[in-house]
């Protein structure tokens, strides 16, 4: 009998042969399928677009209030929002780009867009042209969006993580310590050396929180502009870091590791992160953007009550700082109807009122210039009064720039080495060395 | 009578008889698993090792031909001599990928000896409990093995929180004094060599996972036949020298299935390392499952990412074939 059996197994190798090539033949449609997208659904018929998004109730709910806008203008035209965990997102859209099964329109991050060009249609010129989106939108969220000077996406938030810090007023009224901004840097670590609360050698609160991912990146890259430096050489074709305004950036953050106002081996990314750590006051100072207070607001009423938002201190006179872009609006390359997408997403970016309403319904800064004065700026203060400091700042905001790995930059190289140098373990001098040829490492 | 047998004949020849019927039969049941395990096993490794070749990226499109040419050229085994490159110059990727093995040999070659140390006593003690009491014991026993393995890490996490941590409360209670250690994030708490976020992860990862081998070890202790070890007490042995001589070696296959089991679940651990540590400080928890998901999503480094899982499946595949050949037992009872 088992013979028999055996003889069957090797029989069936046709069914793994057969198996396998449908499989082949089916994964070798990658990239196929673009039609060029003319949107001939949009000359009066029914257009259905789909746009895919990370999963946030406030943003999802901006976006459905904008498609249910622009359905009622556009009898005839049905957007559907489809929303993925952020970690999937970002999996679904390295997946189904390639394939070529992506919706009409994704909900980009725009530090991301230049990485997917192969997959995102640019914006077409008589929509609006680059010149004209230069003038009409800030200069942050708008970098992340121009790749080559080309446009990709419209950016429909600013998102910025520097320029103003989180400030528990409480805490600082018992400190006697300010809460409205500091002209030097030395003024700061001052009052968040009287804020930081040391027992039997422990710190268990820090001053100023400054030491998570984006913190420090932030932080430092913005010091070095400050300072007078650059940290990508004219034609971005590699790093600068290991230069004299980078020692003089990393210098500063270090002496606030020595002061101590912070102990970055308790407060860093990892552990006790900056909003986490602010909102359960274990932090009296932390440098995170203005979303963190609508987050943690719900949670944490009372310390949301006693914060309010201020001024970083500028170096050398200078108070230029990075930001990345924010989330806005892309049309795919797979979008059968580009030209209708392109409508929408310039309804909801380009249009002041609806632009007006995404910023307030998601709690987000805006990324149109006219959105940040008179009477939208108003009703987005009142609705959030801690942006007031936020649009003070925003006009230093400066794009970080096209970076060949951003992430792996601020995660893994700024970070790590940035850390090291505050715990000692690395001299400023090996810190820098280290962090610029890992950096040049990701122009590969 | 004669056009019978020819038509018999006939469609015997056409359908095999017996033994055709005996093989469309094993096809048919045998080909849905088949077909499954081409699609979702043979095929991923098949196109991992592929991968592995390119510099694949999925942001660039690459050639209509899986994608694999064009923007992501062919660099043949360009990954894996990177991968052999010590210096002192390697870039960033390789003395991860090094640091990545490194830790992920540390993490199996500690927790599958503590491991086994721990379940074959417990399931001895167990065994040898009162017949009411036994399925207690087992049953808190194989609960965390139940465990969702991210509520396990969230829980250890909350344990080992420097400031509101229940063991640094503990200690300060002790101690008296203010104790804040964050067993997570310290690069300079090593002991022995080893990392103590290391032994933190290794700490929950043997929580969550002795139950698992503990069955199993009950499972052999029962299969014994009691004659032998009845025979062993009237040659007058004690319990040690039962355990020693007569239970230890006839567990040997068991031990062999457990080691190896542990030893493959032990290289593919990877939430507890994301959700306690990310990898970190310093990359002291970075193992090589973490690693190859982090190039693969994070940073979109599909080759190099392919790379090294096909280092990891040649590391586990040799671990576990001088495993079966130091255990392997040619007798059975």
């Given at each position: 009998?088992?013979?028999?059996?055996?003889?069957?197994i090797r029989?069936m190798r046709w069914v793994l042969v057969v198996a396998s090539t449908m499989l082949l033949a089916s994964a070798c449609?990658?990239?196929?399928?673009?039609?060029?997208?003319?949107?001939?659904?949009?000359?009066?018929?029914?257009?259905?677009?789909?746009?895919?998004?990370?999963?946030?109730?406030?943003?999802?709910?901006?976006?459905?209030?904008?498609?249910?806008?622009?359905?009622?203008?556009?009898?005839?035209?049905?957007?559907?929002?489809?929303?993925?965990?952020?970690?999937?997102?970002?999996?679904?859209?390295?997946?189904?780009?390639?394939?070529?099964?992506?919706?009409?329109?994704?909900?980009?991050?725009?530090?991301?867009?230049?990485?997917?060009?192969?997959?995102?249609?640019?914006?077409?010129?008589?929509?609006?042209?680059?010149?004209?989106?230069?003038?009409?939108?800030?200069?942050?969220?708008?970098?992340?969006?121009?790749?080559?000077?080309?446009?990709?996406?419209?950016?429909?938030?600013?998102?910025?993580?520097?320029?103003?810090?989180?400030?528990?007023?409480?805490?600082?009224?018992?400190?006697?310590?300010?809460?409205?901004?500091?002209?030097?840097?030395?003024?700061?670590?001052?009052?968040?050396?009287?804020?930081?609360?040391?027992?039997?050698?422990?710190?268990?609160?820090?001053?100023?929180?400054?030491?998570?991912?984006?913190?420090?990146?932030?932080?430092?890259?913005?010091?070095?502009?400050?300072?007078?430096?650059?940290?990508?050489?004219?034609?971005?074709?590699?790093?600068?870091?290991?230069?004299?305004?980078?020692?003089?950036?990393?210098?500063?953050?270090?002496?606030?590791?020595?002061?101590?106002?912070?102990?970055?081996?308790?407060?860093?990314?990892?552990?006790?992160?900056?909003?986490?750590?602010?909102?359960?006051?274990?932090?009296?100072?932390?440098?995170?953007?203005?979303?963190?207070?609508?987050?943690?607001?719900?949670?944490?009423?009372?310390?949301?009550?006693?914060?309010?938002?201020?001024?970083?201190?500028?170096?050398?006179?200078?108070?230029?700082?990075?930001?990345?872009?924010?989330?806005?609006?892309?049309?795919?390359?797979?979008?059968?109807?580009?030209?209708?997408?392109?409508?929408?997403?310039?309804?909801?970016?380009?249009?002041?009122?609806?632009?007006?309403?995404?910023?307030?319904?998601?709690?987000?800064?805006?990324?149109?210039?006219?959105?940040?004065?008179?009477?939208?700026?108003?009703?987005?203060?009142?609705?959030?009064?801690?942006?007031?400091?936020?649009?003070?700042?925003?006009?230093?905001?400066?794009?970080?720039?096209?970076?060949?790995?951003?992430?792996?930059?601020?995660?893994?190289?700024?970070?790590?080495?940035?850390?090291?140098?505050?715990?000692?373990?690395?001299?400023?001098?090996?810190?820098?060395?280290?962090?610029?040829?890992?950096?040049?490492?990701?122009?590969? | 009578?004669?056009?019978?047998?020819?038509?018999?004949?006939?469609?015997?020849?056409?359908?095999?008889?017996?033994?055709?019927?005996?093989?469309?039969?094993?096809t048919?049941?045998m080909s849905p698993a088949i077909v499954f395990m081409a699609i979702f096993m043979v095929l991923p490794i098949v196109w991992a090792l592929a991968l592995s070749f390119?510099?694949?990226?999925?942001?660039?499109?690459?050639?209509?031909?899986l994608?694999l040419?064009?923007?992501?050229?062919?660099?043949?085994?360009?990954?894996?001599?990177?991968?052999?490159?010590?210096?002192?110059?390697?870039?960033?990727?390789?003395?991860?990928?090094?640091?990545?093995?490194?830790?992920?040999?540390?993490?199996?070659?500690?927790?599958?000896?503590?491991?086994?140390?721990?379940?074959?006593?417990?399931?001895?003690?167990?065994?040898?409990?009162?017949?009411?009491?036994?399925?207690?014991?087992?049953?808190?026993?194989?609960?965390?093995?139940?465990?969702?393995?991210?509520?396990?890490?969230?829980?250890?996490?909350?344990?080992?929180?420097?400031?509101?941590?229940?063991?640094?409360?503990?200690?300060?209670?002790?101690?008296?004094?203010?104790?804040?250690?964050?067993?997570?994030?310290?690069?300079?708490?090593?002991?022995?060599?080893?990392?103590?976020?290391?032994?933190?992860?290794?700490?929950?990862?043997?929580?969550?996972?002795?139950?698992?081998?503990?069955?199993?070890?009950?499972?052999?202790?029962?299969?014994?036949?009691?004659?032998?070890?009845?025979?062993?007490?009237?040659?007058?042995?004690?319990?040690?020298?039962?355990?020693?001589?007569?239970?230890?070696?006839?567990?040997?296959?068991?031990?062999?299935?457990?080691?190896?089991?542990?030893?493959i679940?032990?290289?593919?651990?990877?939430?507890?390392?994301?959700?306690?540590?990310?990898?970190?400080?310093?990359?002291?928890?970075?193992?090589?499952?973490?690693?190859?998901?982090?190039?693969?999503?994070?940073?979109?480094?599909?080759?190099?990412?392919a790379?090294?899982s096909v280092?990891l499946f040649l590391?586990v595949f040799?671990?576990?074939?001088?495993?079966?050949?130091?255990?392997?037992?040619?007798?059975?009872?």
């Open positions: 009998m088992k013979p028999n059996v055996f003889r069957s029989s449609t990658f990239g196929e399928g673009d039609d060029g997208g003319n949107g001939d659904g949009g000359a009066g018929g029914s257009v259905e677009l789909t746009i895919w998004a990370h999963r946030s109730p406030s943003f999802n709910q901006a976006i459905r209030d904008a498609a249910r806008a622009y359905e009622e203008d556009h009898p005839g035209t049905v957007i559907t929002l489809e929303t993925f965990a952020y970690d999937e997102y970002i999996q679904t859209l390295q997946t189904a780009l390639p394939a070529g099964n992506a919706p009409d329109i994704l909900h980009l991050f725009g530090t991301w867009a230049c990485t997917y060009t192969d997959f995102l249609r640019p914006v077409p010129e008589e929509m609006i042209s680059l010149a004209d989106a230069q003038e009409r939108f800030f200069p942050g969220p708008l970098g992340g969006y121009t790749c080559d000077d080309t446009l990709y996406g419209l950016p429909q938030e600013s998102n910025v993580e520097y320029g103003a810090i989180l400030v528990n007023t409480q805490m600082a009224g018992e400190a006697g310590t300010g809460t409205d901004g500091w002209a030097t840097w030395d003024e700061l670590i001052a009052d968040a050396q009287d804020l930081t609360v040391i027992q039997d050698g422990a710190m268990i609160r820090a001053g100023y929180h400054f030491t998570a991912f984006d913190g420090l990146a932030h932080s430092f890259l913005s010091l070095i502009l400050q300072a007078g430096g650059s940290y990508l050489n004219e034609d971005g074709t590699a790093f600068t870091l290991n230069t004299p305004e980078g020692a003089q950036a990393l210098t500063l953050l270090k002496s606030m590791a020595d002061a101590p106002v912070i102990d970055p081996v308790l407060f860093n990314d990892e552990e006790n992160w900056v909003g986490d750590c602010y909102f359960t006051e274990l932090c009296a100072m932390g440098l995170v953007g203005p979303w963190a207070v609508a987050d943690y607001a719900p949670d944490y009423p009372e310390v949301a009550e006693n914060t309010v938002y201020a001024k970083l201190p500028p170096l050398e006179d200078s108070e230029e700082f990075v930001a990345d872009s924010g989330w806005g609006m892309t049309v795919s390359t797979d979008s059968p109807n580009a030209e209708v997408a392109w409508d929408f997403a310039a309804f909801a970016t380009l249009d002041a009122e609806a632009a007006t309403q995404f910023n307030l319904t998601s709690g987000t800064l805006p990324a149109l210039v006219e959105n940040a004065e008179g009477a939208a700026r108003d009703e987005l203060i009142s609705a959030f009064p801690h942006f007031e400091t936020w649009f003070e700042v925003l006009p230093n905001a400066r794009f970080v720039g096209q970076l060949p790995d951003r992430d792996k930059l601020y995660y893994e190289i700024i970070y790590n080495h940035g850390l090291a140098a505050l715990r000692g373990d690395e001299t400023i001098e090996q810190a820098l060395q280290a962090m610029e040829t890992e950096a040049n490492e990701t122009f590969g | 009578m004669a056009s019978e047998t020819i038509r018999l004949e006939r469609r015997r020849r056409l359908f095999g008889g017996r033994e055709g019927a005996q093989k469309r039969f094993v048919a049941v390119f510099d694949f990226s999925p942001r660039r499109t690459g050639s209509p031909i994608g040419g064009g923007d992501n050229p062919f660099v043949g085994l360009e990954h894996y001599r990177q991968m052999t490159d010590f210096s002192s110059d390697a870039t960033l990727n390789v003395r991860q990928f090094h640091i990545g093995v490194k830790v992920t040999l540390l993490f199996a070659f500690i927790v599958v000896p503590v491991n086994l140390l721990i379940t074959l006593p417990l399931a001895a003690m167990i065994e040898s409990v009162h017949d009411r009491a036994r399925p207690i014991f087992r049953t808190i026993f194989f609960l965390p093995v139940l465990a969702s393995s991210v509520g396990v890490a969230i829980m250890w996490g909350f344990i080992l929180h420097p400031q509101n941590g229940l063991l640094n409360l503990m200690i300060s209670k002790m101690t008296g004094k203010t104790t804040v250690i964050s067993w997570l994030g310290d690069p300079d708490l090593v002991y022995f060599g080893v990392p103590v976020a290391l032994l933190m992860v290794i700490a929950a990862y043997l929580w969550m996972d002795i139950g698992y081998n503990m069955v199993i070890f009950i499972a052999a202790l029962q299969a014994i036949p009691r004659s032998v070890t009845d025979a062993a007490r009237v040659d007058g042995a004690s319990a040690w020298q039962i355990f020693r001589h007569i239970t230890l070696p006839l567990l040997r296959p068991t031990i062999l299935l457990a080691s190896i089991l542990t030893m679940s032990a290289f593919q651990v990877f939430d507890l390392f994301q959700v306690m540590t990310e990898g970190r400080p310093d990359d002291q928890t970075l193992a090589m499952s973490l690693n190859i998901y982090r190039s693969a999503f994070r940073y979109q480094q599909m080759g190099w990412a790379a090294m280092v590391i040799v671990i576990s074939l001088v495993q079966a050949r130091l255990l392997r037992t040619k007798w059975e009872y």
